[in-house]
């Protein structure tokens, strides 16, 4: 049997979703994060060294990394679903897109974030000045490279209904995750009609509502 093990508020509920996608069956053991810093909690390195989520066991084995872990999933229990045919410019499209998702779309993501949260981490004579160099970074930086990103995410769905072409993939599910942090904390879906009807069709999926159901409220931060 295949266990996921489920932190909430991270990566691991785009499994979850897959999961209920492909009808694996599938066991949870559940993490919570420390309320205060948002850190795994210890017993998830007793499963990985690094602690972190999402990760999964099977057969005796441990996979971690989302990525590694939906290609695994959709290549041994996906029966060709979820995943275009070899050789195809959407099979292409496919892996671009699997990769995608945390190589380039999540950094700017996560800087966002660090720079956000910085201020109020700061020691009290220090939070001004903090905040002060937190804004010019995002300004001048993290801004400009997220409006690049989302306006070829945009584009991209301008031209085809789903990442990898015309059918939903699990490339769908990996991009799920950045732009639902994209539009939590970034705004990227003010004036991409293209991006918020994408996040409208995915919130539609009986699949995707069962792994909510499962995982939990997430809040992608």
């Known amino acids: 049997m295949l266990t996921v093990h489920h932190l909430n508020n991270s990566r691991s509920q785009?499994?979850?979703?897959l999961l209920e996608e492909l009808?694996?069956?599938?066991?949870?053991?559940?993490?919570?994060?420390?309320?205060?810093?948002?850190?795994?909690?210890?017993?998830?390195?007793t499963i990985h060294p690094l602690g972190k989520s999402p990760v999964i066991t099977v057969d005796g084995g441990v996979l971690a990394e989302t990525g590694a872990i939906v290609?695994?999933?959709?290549?041994?229990?996906?029966?060709?679903?979820?995943i275009p045919p070899?050789?195809?410019?959407?099979?292409?499209a496919w892996n671009y897109w699997l990769h995608f998702a945390e190589g380039s779309a999540m950094p700017p993501l996560l800087l966002k974030l660090v720079f956000i949260a910085l201020p109020a981490r700061a020691p009290g004579l220090l939070r001004g000045l903090v905040k002060s160099i937190a804004g010019r970074a995002q300004a001048g930086y993290v801004d400009p490279q997220l409006?690049?990103?989302?306006?070829?995410?945009?584009?991209?769905?301008?031209?085809?209904?789903?990442?990898a072409g015309?059918?939903?993939?699990?490339?769908?599910?990996?991009?799920?995750?950045?732009?639902?942090?994209?539009?939590?904390?970034?705004?990227?879906?003010?004036?991409?009609?293209?991006?918020?009807?994408?996040?409208?069709?995915?919130h539609a999926r009986p699949a995707y509502k069962r792994a909510l159901e499962k995982g939990g409220p997430d809040a992608y931060a």
């Open 14 to 17: 785009r499994v979850l979703w």
């Open 23 to 45: 009808g694996v069956p599938y066991e949870i053991k559940y993490y919570q994060r420390d309320p205060q810093t948002l850190s795994a909690p210890p017993e998830l390195k």
């Open 71 to 82: 290609d695994y999933i959709v290549a041994r229990y996906g029966k060709g679903r979820l």
């Open 86 to 92: 070899a050789n195809t410019p959407e099979r292409l």
């Open 147 to 163: 409006k690049t990103l989302f306006d070829y995410l945009e584009e991209v769905l301008t031209r085809t209904e789903w990442f």
């Open 166 to 202: 015309p059918e939903f993939t699990a490339a769908d599910i990996m991009m799920s995750y950045p732009l639902e942090a994209a539009a939590d904390r970034a705004g990227a879906l003010v004036g991409r009609p293209h991006l918020a009807a994408f996040l409208e069709k995915i």
